[in-house]
């Protein structure tokens, strides 16, 4: 199930600078989509930073940067201008090795890897709305995670397109391909969720 739509307007980043800061929004192609609730639950914040926590520390003296979400992630289709950029989303968690795409507004162009952590009310929305513009903006590899049922669905791109998802269960653990020596230990992080 997607997401509930702000209005049915066609939107840019332009519009998206001026709404206010009350309620968190996605922008993709020109759709605002509202992200409801307005914060994510307790568990899924956990679980969220405590995968930011490992991709930190595995990055530690490397040039590649890690964020969590709210971050804006602006994926142009071409040479647009900011202001017309009409995809603009928020990854749990993301990795970009590529410096030059970050500003002060958050980046331009397609992370390394990045990982959504799905909920009930986002699962539908992340899978078959989000994960087909990662895969045309270039993600190298996407992670969708699923706390409840404890899965790991990847995605990698490979001749401009995902291939077959690997599914495997939280526990052990999984080495990113996109970004080498990065490493998540399932294990750890299940034994500190509460």
Request: with cysteine; net charge negative.
């Amino acid at each position: 199930m997607a997401l509930p739509q702000r209005d049915t307007q066609r939107h840019t980043y332009g519009d998206y600078l001026t709404w206010s800061d009350d309620r968190r929004e996605e922008l993709i192609d020109g759709i605002a989509y509202i992200k409801e609730p307005p914060a994510p639950s307790r568990p899924h914040q956990e679980l969220a930073g405590l995968l930011y926590y490992q991709v930190q520390m595995a990055l530690e003296g490397k040039t590649c940067r890690v964020y969590i979400a709210p971050f804006d992630v602006r994926l142009p289709k071409s040479d647009e201008t900011d202001d017309q950029v009409d995809t603009v989303v928020q990854p749990d968690v993301l990795i970009v090795c590529d410096l030059n795409k970050l500003d002060h507004r958050g980046m331009r162009g397609a992370p390394d890897w990045l990982a959504e952590v799905l909920s009930p009310s986002t699962a539908g929305h992340d899978q078959v709305i989000k994960l087909p513009v990662y895969e045309r903006a270039g993600v190298s590899e996407v992670w969708l995670i699923h706390p409840i049922d404890r899965t790991l669905t990847i995605y990698r791109l490979k001749d401009g397109r995902y291939g077959r998802a690997v599914v495997q269960e939280l526990k052990g653990q999984t080495s990113l391909t996109a970004v080498p020596g990065v490493i998540i230990d399932w294990d750890r992080v299940l034994a500190q969720l509460v």
